[in-house]
Structure formats: structure tokens, C-alpha cells
């Protein structure tokens, strides 16, 4: 079956061509698909074999809610999507003030194998398809009836481990006919794949990069990101300043804040020496506890903050939403899987 919902619209113009169709069909079953249907009957201004020959040879499978969560805290929605092959994938709406942001996965699962992560304990499964992501964004919209107008990548899976579907995901939700959110209203969060980065940097989008630091020392952070031990923390920043040159877009460092791992003194003396030559900013997150880790929360996260700021350095500290509801990614799905894997 051909996955026409990853289709950008020159691929959908040949195709529909191929069809013996007018090339502005294309255009038609574009906005169709980005709209949200869940088949191609409701394409209603198709002719109607051609949305019969669609339906013999596409797929268009929407994703199922099978658990969704609503924090009576602050409104945040916790989606868990059941898959068209049977698989589990979360998505968080979150509302602030600026807008309503959806945070979307990019993979089943993770191969990135951070110690504090609840995403990767049972690895990677595959990779999702562009359409499986954008579907995402447009069934968390219909569903909870808030238009979305930002996106961050920062669910389950590394998105620059799956970079072919990221980018095309990208192109889809920016198109006019589309969801037409603009790159500079998306976020992508990554390990520090510092090739990837590189590449990225190459193509100047206006995106908003995210880079998990989570420790300015390569022993710390070697130890709590596997991705780190090939690489280390002076190759990583180099890939940082990169970005920045060619797209003039200041990173965002994350910090999952670890009681007696990550939140020394010194650390964040070397941290701000890092960013002394990197414009950024440092965005401080209090850590979500996992059940299978024996890593808890700093108790250090203001004076960790003030010794930053007291450097020169920008410093947010996360906003805990839907903390009622566990909103921090990986946790849903896991429960899911271990329900799924008891016998019935
Ligand atoms: N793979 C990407 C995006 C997914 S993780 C990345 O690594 O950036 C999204 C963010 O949540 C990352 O910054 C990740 O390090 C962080 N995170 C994962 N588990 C966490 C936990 N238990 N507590 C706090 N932050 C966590």
C-alpha cells in the first residue's frame, strides 16, 4: 500500500498524474489529508472513482486514542495512540499562553539508551513514518478541539535518528496547504547526534534546536548518555556554535537536574564556561522520576540556577505541567506495553 499521507505535494502531483488525473487534484487531496480525514470518501469534491482507486491503493489508517489523560492541574493532555500495527506512541498537549503546543514522537521507542529515560528501556522498535507524525499533531487538534501552533519534537524516539521522516515531517506541517505552522514555531530536541546537527545546520531552517546536554563533563555525561562516549561534550559544542553561525538561531540546553550526578557547584562553573563562546540558553528541569532507575531528583535547582546566572548565563527552569498525569514521556507507553505483554 502506498503511505500517502508522507507524500509532499510534488510527489502527490505525480502521483495523482499517473492516475491519468489533473495535476490540482493533487492539491485537493493534500489539503484533504492535512486536514484530518479518516477516509477517502470524505474527500467530497474527488471524483468518486478516484477516491475508490485511492482507497485500493493507500493507506490511510488514523491512529486510535487508547488511554488519554487530562491533568486537572493545568489542562495538559496526554494522548497514548495505538498504532495501525499495534504499537503505542504518546503525544502531550500542552497550553500556555504563547499558544497551544503539541509534543510529538518521532520513533517507537529509543536506541539512545539514557540512563534517566523511560523511552528507551526497551530500545528502539522502528522508526515512525512523516505521516504517523504529522497525524499526531492533527488528531491531538481534533480531538481536544485546541489549534495548535507549535510543535516541539522532544517525545519518544531521537529525531535526528530518524532524519529522513523528521525532514520530510517538516516540509509537510509547514506547507501553506498543510498545517502551515512555520519553522519557527518547532522545536527539535536531540541527544547531540553531532553529524546530524551539522547536516541540519547546513540547510539554515529557522528551527529551534534543543540539545540535551544534561552534564558539561564527559565523565558525567558519558555515563548517563551512552551517545556521548564516541563523541564528548567539546565535539558537541563545536556542532552547537555551528548551528548558531549558519542559522543565527540561539540553542537551548537541557538540564534534567540529578540529585548528586549533575547538580555540583562545579559543574555549573564548566557549564558556563561552555556557553561563554556558544549563545544560548539553559532551560533546568526538575527530573521525572522512572521506577526503574535509581536516579532521583536534585535538591539543588535554585542555587544551581543563581550560581548560572551569576555567570552570565540565561536560565529557565521548567514549568512541571500535567505532573498528575505522567506527562514526562516514555511513562504512558511503558505502562501500556506491560499491560499489553500480560496475558489477557
Ligand atoms: N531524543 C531527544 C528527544 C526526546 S527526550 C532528546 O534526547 O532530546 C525529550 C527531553 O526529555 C530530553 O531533553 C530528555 O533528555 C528529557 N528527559 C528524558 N527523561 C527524562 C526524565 N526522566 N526527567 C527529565 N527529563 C527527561
Known sequence: MIDIKSMDLAELTAYVQSLGQPAFRAGQVFQWLHRGVRSFEEMSNLPKALREQLAAECRLVPPEVERKQVSALDGTVKYLWRLSDGNCIETVLMRYKHGNTVCISSQVGCRMGCAFCASTLAGRVRDLTAGEMVDQVLFTQLDSGAPISNIVLMGIGEPLDNWESVMRFLTLVNHPKGLNIGMRHISLSTCGLVEKIDKLADLRLQLTLSVSLHA?????????????????????????????????????????????????????????????????????????????????????????????????????????????IDASCGQLRRKQMLEDEKPH
Open 216 to 324: 558539561p563533563d564527559d565523565e558525567t555525561r558519558s555515563r548517563i548518555m551512552p551517545v556521548n562516549r564516541s563523541v564528548g561534550v567539546e565535539r558537541l559544542f563545536a556542532s552547537c556554535r555551528r548551528y548558531f553561525d549558519q542559522t543565527g538561531r540561539r540553542i537551548s540546553y537541557e538540564y534534567a537536574m540529578i540529585d548528586g550526578v549533575n547538580d555540583h557547584d562545579w559543574q555549573a562553573d564548566l557549564l558556563a564556561r561552555h556557553l561563554k563562546g556558544t549563545p544560548g540558553h539553559v532551560n533546568l528541569i526538575p527530573l521525572n522520576e522512572v521506577k526503574e532507575s535509581p536516579l532521583r531528583p536534585s535538591r539543588r535547582v535554585a542555587e544551581f540556577q543563581k550560581r548560572l546566572e551569576r555567570q552570565g548565563i540565561t536560565v529557565t527552569v521548567r514549568r512541571k505541567l500535567g505532573g498528575d
